[in-house]
């Protein structure tokens, strides 16, 4: 499984964010009001809610790639957590009888 860790994911952040700018990509649905992301906020555990996170368009559990500028987009971490709420495919782990 892919990991967003270490000196690729890094640069891609960066990458991603010179491409777009500093915007949340939820723009009028951004849940903090103002789509301005503040890159100078430094990580926390939790991550402060306008942390600049990387949103996947097009989800990895539906082919998207982890480090895919066309479907990457910079995000607040606040709205893209929120995104996560709705259930996904999970892999099927055990036979299931249908
Ligand atoms: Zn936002």
Do not use: K
């Not at 690729?8 to 649905?29: D, I, K, M, N």
């Amino acid at each position: 499984m892919a990991r967003r860790a270490g000196r690729p994911w890094r640069r891609f952040r960066r990458l991603v964010v010179e491409t777009y700018g500093p915007w949340c990509c939820f723009g009028s649905a951004c849940l903090l009001g103002d789509p301005f992301i503040d890159l100078s906020l430094p990580w926390s555990n939790p991550p402060p809610p306008g942390y600049y996170t990387v949103h996947h368009v097009v989800p990895l559990a539906h082919g998207g790639g982890l480090l895919d500028l066309d479907t990457a987009r910079p995000a607040h971490y606040r709205c893209n957590s929120s995104q996560q709420d709705r259930p996904m495919v999970m892999s099927r782990r055990s036979s299931t009888a249908w």
